[in-house]
T-cell receptor
Framework: GENVEQHPSTLSVQEGDSAVIKCTYS??????FPWYKQELGKGPQLIIDIRSNVGEKKDQRIAVTLNKTAKHFSLHITETQPEDSAVYFCAASWDSGSARQLTFGSGTQLTVLP | EAQVTQNPRYLITVTGKKLTVTCSQNMNHEYMSWYRQDPGLGLRQIYY???????DKGDVPEGYKVSRKEKRNFPLILESPSPNQTSLYFC?????????????FGSGTQLSVL
């Protein structure tokens, strides 16, 4: 099955700096890579996703890049703000023909220091 | 408001005492799933369902049961809870088919088994 590794497990940045979280996956058949943000006391929420036919995707201050050859993808947050503090999960999945099953990374606790 | 509702939010029980965590969604989603979240392990899938009366095992199904008698409800049953099932549990749902693969998560159930 798929295995997703996520680094770092914790990340502290100064407000206004950039943050980068990296993930690697094992199954070359994976073709969908979402990122979820979990705020304290809440369930994860999708913030951005990318498919394997695209190398980069941006949405305001967040961007995701994908390197299929190396089997890794990254989340980039620019101009970080205190409200970006949360746990971030990457995930990978492939279309099994029935329904996609996501395999999640172990999570990154991001703290933005004021 | 579109949402996934889990109950209870917090539950403390003792080894061997059967319990049920309820999950309900109001978005007419075909797909529903249960995850457990443990430190350093991320989100691991327990069971999922693609429609009424259709359920299947995820990555960590041992010790759990589910049922899908109605489209909106997907309860998680622990027939004989053990301390290693102490965890944070999330129910999630989404539509099947189409380009939107966003998973909607509930707010979580923190379970402690003594």
């Amino acid at each position: 099955g798929e295995n997703v590794e996520q680094h770092p497990s914790t990340l502290s940045v100064q407000e206004g700096d950039s943050a980068v979280i990296k993930c690697t996956y094992s199954d070359s058949a994976s073709n969908y890579f979402p990122w979820y943000k979990q705020e304290l006391g809440k369930g994860p929420q999708l913030i951005i996703d990318i498919r394997s036919n695209v190398g980069e995707k941006k949405d305001q201050r967040i961007a995701v890049t994908l390197n299929k050859t190396a089997k890794h993808f990254s989340l980039h947050i620019t101009e970080t703000q205190p409200e970006d503090s949360a746990v971030y999960f990457c995930a990978a999945s492939w279309d099994s023909g029935s329904a996609r099953q996501l395999t999640f990374g172990s999570g990154t606790q991001l703290t933005v220091l004021p | 408001e579109a949402q996934v509702t889990q109950n209870p939010r917090y539950l403390i029980t003792v080894t061997g005492k059967k319990l049920t965590v309820t999950c309900s969604q109001n978005m007419n989603h075909e797909y529903m799933s249960w995850y457990r979240q443990d430190p350093g392990l991320g989100l691991r899938q327990i069971y999922y369902s693609m429609n009424v009366e259709v359920t299947d095992k995820g990555d960590v199904p041992e010790g759990y049961k589910v049922s899908r008698k109605e489209k909106r409800n997907f309860p998680l049953i622990l027939e004989s809870p053990s301390p290693n099932q102490t965890s944070l549990y999330f129910c999630a749902s989404r539509h099947l088919g189409g380009a939107n693969e966003k998973l909607f998560f509930g707010s979580g159930t923190q379970l402690s088994v003594l």
